[in-house]
């Protein structure tokens, strides 16, 4: 069986545990801003093939090749344009 603990320890595992749920606040919110952060760029990425961009122009804006562009949002509906 445990020892009991003193008010101190208490303290301490509260303070420890409260540090910890924030830091897990603040991944969730960091986890939410970058998925955010890919559906505003998948929407940029369907806009610019809607507007006539070819792949290698959207690969180039975006510092890779025509084709890893393509192979990341090829699903997208409306950028088959």
Known sequence: MPEPRTADELA???A???DIKSAG???DAAQRAA?????DLAEAVR?????????????LALGMT???A???WREIEGSDA
């Open 47 to 59: 806009q610019a093939r809607l507007a006539g961009s070819s792949w290698s122009e959207v690969g």
């Open 12 to 14: 301490t595992i509260s």
């Open 66 to 68: 025509r084709q890893a």
């Open 35 to 39: 998925a955010q952060r890919q559906a």
């Open 70 to 72: 393509f192979k990341r």
């Open 16 to 18: 420890k545990l409260r």
């Open 25 to 27: 606040d603040r991944a």
